[in-house]
Each structure stands twice: as C-alpha cells, then as structure tokens.
C-alpha cells in the first residue's frame, strides 16, 4: 500500500518517442517532486512543485517537461530522450511549509531509452 | 564540502552483529533528520525520525549529535534483511521554505 502511485512502472521508448510518467499522492500533501535514480548512484533532484508552482529545477534538461495541474497530480514528459536518461524515476510528495514533515516516495518508474 | 556525507560502504557484517553508520550535515540551521532505508532496485522507505534526545525503535537506535553535527543509527542483532542501504536525509531552510537534502547512502550487507 503505498500513498504515492507512480504509472507506467516501467517504459521503454526510442530516443525520438514522446512519453509521460504519472504520478498521484492520495496523502494530502502540497508538494510534490521528481527525482532520478541511475544505477548504484544516488537520488538526484530533478524537479519541485510547491502549491502546484515549480520553486526549483535543478538544471535539468529540456527533454524532460514536469507538469503540475493540481496538488494532486505530477507528471514527467518526456521527448527526445538519450540512452543515458534510462534510470528510475521516483515521484515524492510531502506537507511543505513546516521541518519534520517526512517525504514519501511512490514505487518509481523504471526507464529505459532504446 | 558536499551538504550531507555519509560512508558508501559496504558494511559486511555478520548476522547477530552490531553495526552503527554516521552522517554529517553542513548546515547548523539543519533542523529534522530522517533515516530511509532504500532495499534493491525499491523506492526509499521511512525507517526513522531522528529527535534530539535520541531515539530506539526495536534493534534501531538513531541519534543526533547538534554540536558536531552529525547523526547516527545503530542497528542491533543485524538480520540477513537488514540488508539494504541507508540514507541519511536532512531537512534545511532555504528562501522561506524548506528543502531535503539526501545523503548518497551507507550499503549494509549482513551476512549469515
């Protein structure tokens, strides 16, 4: 059981595809994130929305489009995407405003570009 | 100096072991900490909040260290599914709000 639920779990597409990653929290939460995870590397933060407004974005490049239409709901396009984009994209959401407050994560999507 | 540091591991040890990892923060205005625990190929889990008193949830005891900045976690008895890799996160002001700052992980292996 898990409050975040991440779709597809996983892709695998062409470097000229377009595709979506879907995330929804059912916690109640008012922000929400995207984060990288390449093969036995660490979390990178890719994208933060707060309120539905994207307060950071962490060089990330264009090839991937966040999308934020309500607290609710995230998504990750993606076009144009490079074999070395293939990892697993990891959906998080947590009560902004206040410290202590835990971050939740959703079971991830994992990415391969062919 | 990177915002927080952690050992990469790997820990092996043996089932029945005591093992304790550390972490390290940079920010003295750090102001909650967590430890997850992240299993193979899986999404990080909440394994723990980290107060400033310390705290023990079964063979889990964490502890925060202000002055030195730097927390800690001490698993007791390790099991063989214990292994996994634990992150350490810290949550730290910036412009108004906050932000979660994930350590790069310790890898536990226990080993029967």
């Known amino acids: 059981e898990t409050g975040v639920t991440q779709t597809p779990r996983h892709l695998v597409m062409g470097m000229t595809n377009k595709k979506s990653l879907k995330c929804e929290q059912h916690l109640g939460h008012n922000a929400m994130y995207w984060y990288k995870q390449s093969a036995k590397k660490p979390l990178e933060l890719m994208f933060v929305?707060?309120?539905?407004?994207?307060?950071e974005n962490n060089s990330v490049p264009s090839r991937f489009s966040p999308e934020c239409p309500n607290s609710s709901h995230l998504f990750l396009h993606l076009h144009t995407l490079q074999p070395e984009d293939s990892a697993l994209y990891l959906c998080?959401?947590?009560?902004?405003?206040?410290?202590?407050?835990?971050?939740?994560f959703g079971e991830g999507s994992w990415l391969t570009v062919v | 100096r990177k915002e927080v540091e952690q050992d990469p591991g790997p820990f092996n040890v043996p089932e029945g072991a005591t093992v304790a990892f550390n972490c390290t923060y940079s920010n003295s205005a750090s102001q909650s900490f967590f430890w997850y625990r992240q299993d193979c190929r899986k999404e990080p889990k909440l394994l723990m909040s980290?107060?400033?008193s310390g705290n023990e949830d079964g063979r889990f005891t964490a502890q925060l260290n202000r002055a030195s900045q730097y927390i800690s976690l001490l698993i007791r008895d390790s099991k063989l599914s214990d292994s996994a890799t634990y992150l350490c996160v810290v949550i730290s002001p910036t412009s108004g709000t906050y932000k979660y700052i994930f350590g790069t992980g310790t890898r536990l292996k226990v080993l029967a």
């Open positions: 980290v107060y400033s």
């Open positions: 929305y707060s309120l539905e407004e994207r307060v």
């Open positions: 998080a959401s947590s009560q902004d405003g206040a410290a202590g407050n835990t971050i939740y």
